[in-house]
């Protein structure tokens, strides 16, 4: 027990611990059935400029579980990841999006829509991964210019120069790539102009802290700054006051992503929000 053993020395016997083990292979077995079954769903959060245009949107995946409802990435992402599944869930996502996006394109109101995917380490790195994303492409139909592929900075630090190969091959193809929770890594300058970039995306914590944290204001300027000087778009997520809107936009943000504006939603959802902005 935690006396003798301490934290974080488990006996593998442990009752507990067991029961841990078991839950775990239970929802890795349901996550395969889920993926067989077809039931997960990319949902889509809008993004918006500062005069309240539709811009984007991000996929965010979604589990609609037969007995457990609709299930956000906190309840499967961490065991899909260790299980090696997280490809085939990016996969899955990544189709249904350019599915939507050609669709979409096909629209006057979406000419200048792009649409945000995250892509997982497991995914990047990946040997077939560049064909495979091209494949996807070329199967919808979708515009590579109207995808944009969401990384995380910790990814890079796996293997920078496989990831900087990678992100050139594709965006020879026009593909477009964001930083994603940018702030919590460790990027310089220096390694940031290598990569073939178009957008940050601030961190929800740092906005989530405004107004009235100024070590939050302080990164978000920095951050902002940077964006200028590599001309690079920038984004806030997890916008949920028109304060934190508008002081974001005081200090340069452009874009804006967050329950203020709008939930993640099914596509027939953010349709109809893009069609009631457009007609107020
Ligand atoms: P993320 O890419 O940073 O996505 C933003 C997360 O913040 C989403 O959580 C979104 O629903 C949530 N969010 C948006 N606006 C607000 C807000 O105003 N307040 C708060 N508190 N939260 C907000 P979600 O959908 O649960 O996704 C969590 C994470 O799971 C994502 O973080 C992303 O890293 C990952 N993820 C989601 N879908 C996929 C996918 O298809 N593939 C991969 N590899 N990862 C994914
Ligand atoms: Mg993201
Ligand atoms: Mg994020
Ligand atoms: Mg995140």
Avoid at 52 to 62: D, K
Avoid at 145 to 158: G, N, Q, R, W, Y
Avoid at 206 to 222: C, E, M, Q, T, Y
């Amino acid at each position: 027990d935690a006396k003798n053993g301490g934290k974080g020395k488990l006996r593998f016997f442990d009752p507990q611990m067991q029961e841990v083990v078991a839950r775990r292979l239970r929802l890795e077995e349901d996550i395969l059935r889920g993926l067989e079954a077809g039931e997960f769903r990319a949902h889509f959060q809008p993004q918006f400029d500062y005069q309240g245009n539709m811009v984007g949107a991000e996929a965010l995946v979604r589990w609609y579980h037969p007995e457990r409802g609709i299930l956000a990435p906190g309840a499967f992402m961490a065991v899909a990841d260790e299980a090696g599944l997280m490809n085939r869930i990016d996969r899955m996502v990544l189709a249904q999006s350019c599915r939507q996006m050609a669709a979409w394109a096909r629209q006057p109101a979406f000419s200048d829509f792009t649409l945000s995917v995250n892509i997982s380490a497991a995914r990047l790195y990946q040997a077939e991964f560049i064909e495979d994303v091209l494949g996807i492409f070329r199967q919808t139909g979708v515009n590579p210019a109207a995808i944009k592929l969401e990384i995380t900075e910790s990814m890079l630090l796996d293997d920078m120069a496989t990831a900087i190969t990678r992100m050139q091959a594709l965006k020879r193809h026009g593909v477009r790539f964001a930083i994603d929770d940018f702030g919590t890594g460790y990027s310089s300058l220096l390694y940031l102009q290598q990569l073939p970039l178009d957008q940050l995306k601030i961190d929800q914590s740092f906005v989530r802290a405004l107004p009235g944290d100024d070590n939050s204001l302080s990164i978000i300027k920095a951050i902002v700054a940077m964006a200028h000087s590599l001309k690079l778009e920038v984004i806030a997520e997890g916008v949920e006051t028109d304060a934190q809107r508008q002081l974001l936009h005081l200090h340069g943000c452009q874009h804006y992503q967050g329950y203020l504006l709008s939930r993640p939603e099914p596509a027939e959802v953010v349709e109809a929000q893009l069609g009631r902005r457009l007609c107020s």
